[in-house]
């Protein structure tokens, strides 16, 4: 049994703007993240928990304190190495594919940048675990709906067979139905390739599907840290934490 | 009971023209609102903002609409001009939409465009005007009015602007409101707030509720009754506070595919859509009531 998380922010800082206009966005944002576990950052908008996640995936190199990923310390700007072993699936299927390449374009891509070899293989592999098949390896993102495009994204994120997938709330922008497929898409896809989950969203009940552990972000903090059973129970220290409880039980 | 109803649509029909013919979103949808709140719930693409739209006549221009009648307190909507439909707009039949961030004019302080509403529909000087904005930013819960009737859009809050957009469209005491989506945008934890002053200023008035969402529960929660629409059409008609019970395959399948936060779940059982559903017909007027 390995011991070491695979992924550990230890006092992680982030501060926007200069001068008088400096604004500490971060503040002393620590947890761990177990190889093959699923960690969910939880709050409000502007809670900051899409800047941990951006400072994570190497979007922002200018924070302060450190992120160790399997056990080292990683610098702010980060390697091709780094990028071969985590992805990040965005919220808007619709913004985060390019309009113009087919999807067997968009996943040949990071095939060539971390040279693989049988790329057509693994393009066709990919397709059919996330439910598409090879038939939409021609299709434009406007021949797709929704639901279809975020399993694209995801296909991206997985060709290269990354170790620790980012999840910048990879259902909010989809009907329910829809997020359900997706959903269920991503606990299979987890258990079949032992993958590692860091997610961030405002729905806790979406959140605690996929999650093990919960920590709910306010103003730049985690304030608490929840197993997912203790949210189902309601079991929480913080104010704030009930509070967002009791709105998402609603 | 038979209340006469504020709105009144038979055999709705919009479509629009494409190279490969008319895209049918609405398909004959028939409906009745009195002074009540009544939810219309469906996915995206099953025409229930087109629906919204098409009482105002704000739907697209290019657009196809057919109705056997589409009236409002008696007033034929399909067949009123648009300087009839000026006076209706904000005044006796408001909309209040998802975003207070692009709705909001950006450059115009949060107060004066308030009372702009009121003063387009009332003959009123400057002063009372404001009075009557002023009392109108208290009764959606704005602590400190005369602070706030100087900001700008940019200076509130998700959830204090749509607080703005309410206290707009309300000022003119509309007899009807239609909400699309009024609260998607913003965090659950105001959410609740938002629909609550919402709620409370539709019943105080007496005035009708047409609250448009995908959130199934929000609806069942501060509506009295609940149209669910799937493919342009609506499929099932239930009080509120039945929606767990719903019937139809589409709406319990909608239901059952959220995640729960009371217990854990496996796999979510994903909604297989019937082809029938498509072809059964709207329900008629009579079902709705």
């Not at chain 1, 067979?161 to 896809?189: F, G, K, W, Y």
């Not at chain 1, 709910?216 to 309601?234: K, N, Q, S």
């Amino acid at each position: 049994m390995n011991q070491q998380p695979l992924l550990e922010m230890a006092s992680l800082e982030i501060h926007f703007g200069r001068g008088r206009g400096r604004v500490k966005a971060i503040e002393e944002v620590s947890f761990k993240l177990a190889r093959g576990g699923a960690y969910g950052l939880i709050g409000e908008s502007g809670c900051g928990k899409s800047s941990v996640l951006r400072a994570i995936a190497g979007l922002n190199d200018h924070y302060g304190g450190s992120i160790l990923f399997d056990g080292r310390e990683l610098s702010p700007r980060r390697d091709k190495h780094w990028f071969k072993r985590v992805q990040m699936v965005f919220q808007d299927p619709y913004a985060s594919l390019h309009p113009r390449k087919t999807v067997a374009k968009v996943l040949r891509e990071p095939l060539r940048i971390h040279r693989f070899k049988d790329e057509e293989r693994r393009i066709d592999r990919v397709l059919d675990e996330v439910g598409l098949g090879a038939a939409f390896r021609y299709r434009y993102p406007h021949q797709l709906s929704g639901g279809q495009r975020q399993r694209v994204a995801i296909a991206r994120a997985l060709v290269i067979e990354p170790e620790l997938l980012l999840l910048d709330e990879p259902t909010s922008a989809l009907d329910v139905s829809v997020q359900a497929e997706i959903l269920n898409l991503l606990v299979r896809l987890r258990a079949e390739r032992g993958l590692t989950y860091l997610m961030v969203s405002h729905d806790l009940a979406v959140v605690t599907h996929l999650c093990e552990r919960v920590g709910m972000m306010h103003a730049g903090r985690i304030v608490e840290e929840l197993d997912e059973a203790d949210v189902r129970a309601g079991h929480t220290r913080e104010a704030y934490t009930r509070a967002f409880l009791a709105a998402s039980a609603a | 009971m038979t209340e006469p109803s504020l709105l009144e649509i038979e055999d709705l029909k919009i479509g629009f023209p494409t190279p490969r013919g008319l895209h049918q979103v609405v398909r004959g949808v028939s409906l009745r609102i009195g002074r009540e709140k009544v939810g219309i719930v469906g996915e995206s693409g099953s025409g229930k903002s087109q629906t919204g739209r098409a009482v105002l006549k704000m739907t697209p221009k290019h657009a196809r609409i057919e109705a056997k009648r589409m009236s409002f307190d008696g007033i034929d909507l399909h067949a009123a001009s648009e300087r009839q439909m000026r006076r209706i707009r904000g005044n006796r039949i408001s909309m209040i939409l998802q975003d207070p961030k692009f709705s909001l004019n950006p450059l115009i302080r949060v107060g004066t465009q308030v009372s702009e509403a009121y003063r387009l529909h009332h003959r009123i000087n400057a002063a009372q005007a404001r009075r009557r904005t002023l009392e109108m930013l208290e009764s959606v819960r704005i602590r400190d009015p005369e602070r706030v009737y100087r900001l700008f859009p940019h200076e509130l809050s998700g959830g204090m602007g749509q607080r703005v957009m309410i206290a707009m469209m309300l000022i003119s005491e509309p007899e009807l409101i239609i909400a699309d989506e009024p609260t998607s945008a913003l965090d659950v934890t105001v959410r609740r707030q938002v629909m609550e002053v919402l709620g409370e200023l539709v019943e105080r008035r007496g005035a009708g509720l047409m609250l448009i969402s995908h959130d199934l529960n929000l609806v069942a929660e501060y509506c009295d009754r609940v149209l669910v629409m799937y493919a342009g059409r609506i499929v099932e008609a239930l009080p509120a506070r039945e929606l767990h019970q719903a019937r139809h395959p589409y709406t319990r399948g909608l239901l059952e595919s959220l995640p729960r936060l009371d217990r854990k779940r496996g796999l979510l059982p994903v909604l297989s859509r019937d082809p029938a559903w498509r072809e059964a017909p709207s329900l008629p007027l009579e079902e709705i009531r």
